[in-house]
């Protein structure tokens, strides 16, 4: 147990659709990060926040959006859902953003139907 | 392009020592090399990393070869459980410490 939680564990729903994904980090972790998964791209990092600032951007389609709240929780939002959009999505949360080690949530499931 | 290169599948026998190569030959000063692994489809597992000198840890060793180019990361005494994927990563710290995941090596240990 990484000590990182997510909900929902999986979640089914349609095309055009929209859902939120939920991060609880580490107890004592600043920084939150996410991740998509899916069988064709493997693990791509999406969005980072470090105490409720975004901090680094990647693969991030202009769909999702993100936040960290100020308790430090963070969570996904992932609008006009597409087919292709099924994937786990993970959730990581470090002390400090830097060089620390991130510790990975054990993942939501999304399948867009 | 991928910064690091890994065979995609080795195998190992239970009990013995797990050497997983990782070639990054175009590494930068600032950058670090991390080792994570991903069982199945759980989140992935942090399990060592380093700059320039070897480390160790309780789970395992990292050997980075003086010219930086290369790490090999050791399990000493592998077991069942141990079968995962195993990404070799290369990481700074400007603007934030995103991991960029490749194919990783798929280690299988058998008994």
């Known amino acids: 147990d990484s000590g990182v939680t997510q909900t929902p564990k999986h979640l089914i729903t349609a095309t055009g659709q929209r859902v939120t994904l939920r991060c609880s980090p580490r107890s004592g972790d600043l920084s939150v990060y996410w991740y998509q998964q899916s069988l064709d791209q493997g693990l791509q990092f999406l969005i980072q926040y470090y105490n409720g600032e975004e901090r680094a951007k990647g693969n991030i389609l202009e769909r999702f959006s993100a936040q960290q709240f100020p308790d430090l929780h963070s969570e996904l939002n992932l609008s006009s859902l597409e087919l292709g959009d099924s994937a786990l999505y993970f959730c990581a949360s470090s002390k400090f953003g830097g060089s620390d080690e991130q510790f990975f949530g054990p993942g939501t499931r999304l399948t867009v139907l | 392009d991928a910064k690091t290169t890994q065979p995609p599948s080795m195998d190992c026998a239970e009990g013995r020592a797990a050497n997983l190569p990782c070639n990054h030959s175009?590494?930068?000063?600032?950058?670090?090399v991390y080792w994570y692994r991903q069982i199945h489809s759980q989140g992935p597992q942090y399990i060592i990393h380093g700059l320039k000198n070897n480390e160790t840890n309780e789970m395992a060793s990292l050997i980075i070869t003086e010219d930086r180019k290369s790490s090999t990361l050791i399990l000493p005494h592998a077991t069942l459980r141990d079968t995962a994927v195993y990404y070799c990563i290369l990481s700074n710290n400007n603007a934030g410490n995103m991991l960029t995941f490749g194919g990783g090596t798929r280690l299988m240990v058998k008994p």
């Open positions: 175009t590494i930068s000063g600032n950058e670090y």
